[in-house]
């Protein structure tokens, strides 16, 4: 088995476990960030506040929704994400070790090169795997009036009584592919990747740990300051992604209708000013910085588990196989 296959499987299996950690604080982020009416925004409800208002005018299952296709988006993207990200790193690693034998260089991989190899890894999973986040998004979004919310049976008729009392019909992946194949056909899977891009579904990853001998806890330290600044550096154009995957509006109100990224932008300075980029940024900040960590800890730890379960292979088998 390949270096990269087993990071690629390793960070699939972190993104998952993380992302069932965190769901609840992700959905609860992404309605704060796709938040625009005003009266909601001066509230300014805290996020264990707002969780449990979802419970209480939605049930326990809105947080969870969108949670089937997000799992499947977050073991795609951390594959996708830490097999290229190995692939890359490695050719870096044979690119610095010929400049050293041509007197360039000391044989190491520099901060910047790290950066490109990153960054290059981030854009292969964002463009691979952007319609499966457009679907999440759409489903953490959609919300069910409650009870209280509804107008009282004394001021509808008749027949509208009789719709009021059915429950709403279900909303799920093959219902949100539909709608947004309704609005814009396989470009509205496509479409929104340039915000996407900038900044991307996987972890900030310029943390190299390997065979160091760095512990768990180090790498959980690490993995959660990395996501902490890439968090706060990138927040902007997250809530930017987040209004263009969300429902546009249909209401004819132009504020909450984009027509593309410097649209959106745009928009969100005239009618919301700059704090309007950085709705719930103190629940993205927690939600992100725990998965990251979770996930950084779980996945260096699977590496290892592989690599030394193939290395006594390779010992029983009178094999060698690289550690």
């Not at 960054?119 to 463009?127: D, E, I, M, R, W």
């Not at 300051?225 to 997250?238: E, S």
């Not at 960590?293 to 030394?308: D, N, P, Q, S, W």
């Not at 193939?310 to 029983?316: D, F, I, N």
Request: overall charge positive.
């Amino acid at each position: 088995m390949s270096d990269a296959l087993i990071n690629g499987l390793a960070g699939a299996g972190g993104g998952i476990i993380a992302q069932l950690i965190t769901y609840p604080l992700q959905t609860v982020n992404t309605r704060q960030q796709t938040e625009r009416d005003e009266k909601k925004v001066k509230r300014k409800h805290g996020t264990l506040e707002q969780m449990c208002q979802v419970v209480k005018n939605e049930g326990w299952g809105r947080l969870y929704s969108g949670l089937a296709p997000s799992i499947v988006g977050t073991a795609c993207s951390q594959g996708v994400y830490y097999y290229f990200y190995q692939i890359f790193r490695d050719r870096a690693e044979a690119i610095a070790r010929e400049n050293k034998r041509n007197g360039i260089g000391d044989g190491s991989v520099g901060m910047l090169s790290s950066l490109v190899v990153a960054a290059l890894s981030g854009c292969t999973n964002v463009l691979l795997t952007n319609p499966i986040w457009v679907v999440v998004t759409r489903m953490q979004t959609h919300t069910k009036n409650s009870k209280k919310s509804q107008p009282s049976h004394s001021s509808i008729a008749p027949d509208e009584k009789a719709l009021d009392s059915l429950e709403c019909p279900p909303y799920g992946t093959g219902h949100v592919i539909q709608e947004l194949y309704d609005e814009a056909g396989i470009s509205g899977l496509l479409e929104r990747c340039i915000p996407n891009i900038n900044h991307g579904q996987q972890p900030f990853n310029a943390i190299h740990v390997g065979d160091t001998g760095v512990t768990a806890l180090e790498v959980f330290l690490l993995g959660a300051l990395a996501k902490l600044g890439a968090t706060v550096v990138t927040y902007p154009l997250l809530v930017v992604k987040s209004r263009l995957q969300a429902k546009q509006s249909t209401t004819g109100d132009k504020r909450h209708h984009y027509e593309g990224t410097l649209d959106a932008i745009l928009k969100m300075i005239r009618y919301e000013g700059l704090h309007g980029f950085y709705k719930g940024m103190s629940t993205k900040i927690v939600q992100s910085v725990l998965a990251a960590a979770v996930l950084f800890m779980i996945k260096e730890e699977l590496v290892r588990g592989a690599r030394m379960l193939l290395t006594k292979g390779g010992t029983r088998t009178g094999r060698t196989r690289p550690a």
